[in-house]
């Protein structure tokens, strides 16, 4: 079966890319929240999934309603 390659939104983050680690106080004592990027897409957003012919025309399809309708 032939599958074809596509970029998602990170499981992961969300398509954030980073994450919130904890939270920190800066030099001026203000206190923020310290990111560091997602693990799982290395800061993208992204991550790589695979998709066969059947689901890539759906997908298409899909898009192709949406776009008719605006």
Known sequence: MVKIQI???CLSC???AYVPVGEE????????IRHRP????QGSGKQT???DLV??????TTI???EQET
Do not use: D, P
Request: proline share 0%; net charge positive; charged share 20%.
């Open 38 to 41: 997602c693990f799982v897409c």
């Open 64 to 66: 192709a309603a949406e």
């Open 25 to 32: 106080v800066s030099s001026t004592g203000v206190k923020y």
């Open 14 to 16: 969300n398509g954030q």
């Open 55 to 60: 689901e890539f025309r759906r997908m298409l």
């Open 49 to 51: 999934h695979w998709i």
């Open 7 to 9: 970029r998602i939104n």
